[in-house]
């Protein structure tokens, strides 16, 4: 079963990947408001993870 910080990450991906399929402001190179604040949270969600993983990694 995926852990919680997995999941948050996992929905921020979704909630963003929504978000820049919907926003006609969001582009490659830019981000509207929105977009941008969903963008950082998947960002720091999907960060606290992988280093999780590593961490845990390194202790096996």
Not at 28 to 52: S, W
Request: charged fraction near 30%; glycine fraction near 2%; hydrophobic fraction near 30%.
């Amino acid at each position: 079963m995926p852990d919680d910080l997995y999941q948050r990450y996992q929905a921020a991906h979704r909630a963003h990947q929504a978000h820049i399929r919907t926003c006609a402001r969001c582009t490659d190179a830019a981000r509207c408001p929105d977009g941008q604040r969903a963008y950082e949270l998947f960002a720091r969600l999907q960060d606290a993870y992988l280093a999780r993983r590593r961490d845990q990694q390194r202790r096996s």
